[in-house]
């Protein structure tokens, strides 16, 4: 029997990230290719025009899979009864921008769409916040929705996860889909850390630490780090846009091993709101490995943190606190 389709709001669907998603989640990306969907898609007013061409095109490409689409202004009327929320809405980071220079913008806009959430969704609606800054907005967003349940609202650093396998599978000259369990702790921001402490590749022979198998400590604790941290602003200097395609992809990654659960023996990265696990605050939306089963991720614990690992760890977890602290500034004013 044909499933009920399931609601997806994207927010900010007229921006580039949301062009190259809702494609993505019409063709059954996000959910899989027998989920049938309705897209509800966001803008504000100066992009009504932009976002009906989206609409016009949705229409034009004919997927099976869509079975509607709400395109509003009116952010009561996209939040309605959606099951699942994808924020891509906000002020993107320019050449030159840190995170923190947009902070104030997305705040007040997190705060607003919040409450419609938690107003028109559905009472299990899970929530990804991708725009920026990712883990401070998915913090307001928390704060603001407080029926919504605090599991159900989560951002994005998949796309942090994905590059740090891309990088590794390049370095190796290996398929990308033999690399696992890499770990984003943290902030989607310039502090995260990428770790590959726990990595390992499929090889024919079996398992192997990515450690031992790239053999380059210094480049692994160097370079890698650095490129991980820093692709975004790469990718902006590149295009003059920041990352779309890779976001819009990484989102769907997110959503899709969230509901339909992750691989047996493999863990993502996905920001959610701290307990406490590795010593972290509790009270930030930081970025831990997670598994997923039956529509709930769960922080894998028990991972050996070694000296240099836990200053980084910290270290992250200091500005998602400093953060924390400039929103509420932000709120008040
Ligand atoms: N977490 C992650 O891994 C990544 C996050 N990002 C972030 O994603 C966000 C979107 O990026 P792009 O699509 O490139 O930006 P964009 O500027 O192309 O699109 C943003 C869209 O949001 C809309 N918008 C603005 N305020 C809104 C509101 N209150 N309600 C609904 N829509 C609103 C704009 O009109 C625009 O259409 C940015 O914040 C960017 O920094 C980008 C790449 C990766
Ligand atoms: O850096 C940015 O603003 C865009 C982004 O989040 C990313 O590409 O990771």
Redesign the pocket.
């Known amino acids: 029997m044909a499933k009920d389709p399931v609601r997806v709001l994207v927010t900010g669907a007229a921006g580039q990230i949301g062009y190259a998603l809702v494609p993505m989640i019409a063709r059954g990306i996000m959910l899989g290719p027998d989920q049938p969907v309705i897209l509800h898609m966001l803008d504000i007013p100066p992009a009504t025009e932009s976002l009906n061409g989206v609409k016009m095109e949705l229409t034009d490409a004919a997927f099976p899979l869509l079975k509607g689409v709400v395109a509003t202004t009116d952010v009561a009327e996209a939040c309605k009864d959606v099951n699942i929320a994808v924020m891509v809405g906000g002020f993107?980071?320019k050449e030159g921008m840190e995170r923190k220079d947009v902070m104030s913008k997305n705040v007040s806009i997190y705060k607003a769409q919040a409450s419609a959430l938690e107003q028109h969704a559905a009472k299990d609606v899970k929530v990804l916040v991708v725009a920026?800054p990712a883990n401070t907005n998915a913090l307001i967003l928390k704060e603001f929705a407080p029926s919504i349940p605090e599991k159900n609202i989560t951002c994005l650093t998949r796309?942090?996860h994905n590059r740090a396998l891309g990088q590794v599978a390049e370095r190796l000259n290996v398929p990308v889909s033999t690399v696992k369990n890499v770990i984003i702790w943290g902030n989607?921001s310039s502090s995260q850390y990428p770790d590959v402490n726990h990595a390992v590749i499929d090889s024919p022979d079996g398992e192997k630490a990515v450690r031992d198998a790239v053999s380059d400590d210094a480049w692994l604790d160097g370079e890698f780090i650095k490129v991980v941290q820093q692709?975004?602003?790469a990718?902006?200097k590149a295009r003059k846009l920041?990352?779309a395609l890779s976001?819009a992809s990484s989102a769907c990654d997110h959503i899709r091993d969230w509901v339909l659960g992750t691989p047996k023996g493999s863990w993502v990265s996905m920001g959610v709101y701290s307990d406490g696990s590795y010593n972290v605050p509790p009270g930030i939306i930081y970025s831990y490995p997670v598994t997923c089963a039956n529509g709930d991720w769960t922080i894998v614990q028990g991972l050996s943190i070694d000296e240099k690992s836990r200053a980084k760890l910290d270290a992250t977890a200091d500005e998602l606190v400093e953060e924390k602290a400039l929103a509420y500034t932000c709120i008040s004013e």
């Open positions: 993107p980071r920026n796309l942090d989607h692709r975004g602003a990718i902006i920041s990352s976001a």
